[in-house]
């Protein structure tokens, strides 16, 4: 007996996403034209970017971070101010409409935004550990004991900061150092064989 293959909750009708979402930027050119108000997007679309949002968002790239549902919520805001934006007469393969990747790309780039965002926080909340003085914050009484213990915490959370601060260092210069080579091995190219 062949089992049926079960649709996940996240999947979207690429067909029939793409025919609401041309539906509703119709509408939308009319109303610009005659100057009427703009119509609210329609529940079913705004559900699709939804479960466009929350199915990227499962995938390995995005998820481990402990900030998925912020980076979901990002994203579905962008879809629905870039729905505007959406060209009907854009040139696809099949020449139909494909408005399942133009959704999925402007969410991976939102799921992109928060993940720099989110590591600009954490490089700000780091600086301020750092800086801090934690020490003083940190209660020991006259036990040796809890004095030692606290000590011995500060100084974890230091050399931990310490070394998420060298390996990101690290990374930027490897990106440096590979965007140097790429730009050398294209100055250096001699395309004069293949030129008349």
């Not at 968002?57 to 629905?80: G, P, Q, W």
């Not at 600086?127 to 011995?152: M, P, R, W």
């Not at 310490?162 to 990101?168: E, G, I, K, L, S």
Request: aromatic share 10%; glycine share 4%; with cysteine.
């Amino acid at each position: 007996m062949a089992r049926t293959k079960r649709r996940s909750v996240h999947y979207v009708d690429n067909a029939k996403f793409s025919g609401a979402v041309v539906d509703y930027c119709t509408i939308v050119e009319k109303a610009r034209k005659t100057k009427e108000e703009i119509p609210k997007v329609p529940d079913y679309v705004a559900h699709c970017f939804l479960r466009i949002a929350e199915g990227l968002s499962h995938k390995a790239n995005f998820i481990r971070y402990t900030y998925r549902e912020e980076m979901v919520m990002d994203a579905v805001e962008n879809c629905l101010k870039a729905i505007g934006n959406y060209n009907l007469e854009a040139a696809t393969r099949t020449g139909k409409p494909n408005a399942f990747a133009y959704f999925t790309q402007i969410t991976w780039y939102a799921f992109l935004r928060r993940i720099s965002k989110e590591k600009k926080q954490q490089e700000i909340k780091l600086k301020y550990l750092a800086k801090s003085g934690i020490e003083s914050f940190i209660d020991t009484g006259t036990e040796s004991v809890a004095a030692g213990q606290a000590a011995h915490f500060v100084d974890t959370l230091k050399d931990r900061i310490a070394r998420v601060r060298n390996t990101d260092n690290e990374v930027k210069e490897i990106v440096k150092k590979e965007k140097k080579k790429r730009k050398t091995k294209l100055a250096d190219s001699d395309l004069s064989e293949f030129m008349l």
